[in-house]
């Protein structure tokens, strides 16, 4: 995917989150890694409203190049894909909302992980989220945190493509945008059938290690 076509994907991806309800107003952001930088979304933002020419541009090293302000969680960003890389090389696109089921799902959550492995599909094609400690929005603190997770995960052989910030939204990333919305969605969904079924119990070890085994699940 060339620059162009990034840009172009990021507004298409914006547009359809934002259709369907997954942001709203300007909260949220999605950012790209280019071979001589990065592309995201510009501070205050719509996502449903973005222009390809007025994406911010930023070079390695996180300076603006060119087009609006970038969003602020640029830093959180470039953590996750600085950690993330080292388990996969590909990833090239971060995406951060504030879903409604995962937020209401993060208020009242217990213990490290947001979700327990209800259904097969989340094992699959989301994995395990960690929840990172409360921080105000922005925080370098809780981008460190989030580099800190993603390597401890990948050390246990449990690489992960989500975090959830409380009281804030998920952060998902692949490699694309197309790839990270669709983790996105299959988050947020299962968000939701938490909450309609707050005592689900989790699959069974032994499913697990099928999901494992059949289709290289990362649990």
């Known amino acids: 995917m060339n620059e162009n076509q990034a840009r172009e994907e990021i507004c298409r991806v914006g547009r359809s989150l934002f259709e369907r309800g997954y942001v709203h107003a300007t909260a949220g952001n999605i950012s790209v890694r280019l071979d001589d930088g990065f592309l995201i979304t510009p501070t205050d933002a719509c996502l449903g409203f973005l222009d390809p020419m007025r994406l911010a541009k930023l070079d390695l090293h996180g300076q603006h190049v060119s087009g609006d302000k970038g969003s ?75 580099a800190t997770l993603i390597r401890h995960y990948a050390a246990q052989a449990a690489p992960i493509r989500a975090v959830m910030l409380p009281r804030l939204g998920p952060n998902v990333w692949h490699d694309s945008p197309a790839a990270a919305m669709a983790t996105l969605e299959e988050l947020e969904e299962t968000a939701r059938l938490m909450l309609l079924q ?19 699940a990362r649990w």
């Open 72 to 146: 602020k969680t640029i830093a959180m960003h470039r953590q996750i894909y600085a950690a993330a890389c080292e388990s996969d090389a590909d990833t090239r696109c971060v995406i951060h909302t504030h879903s409604t089921h995962c937020v209401a799902l993060s208020l009242n959550a217990q213990g490290p992980e947001l979700l327990a492995p209800i259904t097969p599909y989340f094992v699959m094609k989301v994995g395990h989220v960690p929840l990172v400690p409360y921080h105000r929005p922005g925080s370098p603190e809780a981008a460190q945190e989030v």
């Open 198 to 216: 707050a005592h689900t119990p989790p699959l069974p070890a032994t499913d697990l290690d099928e999901l494992r085994q059949v289709f290289g």
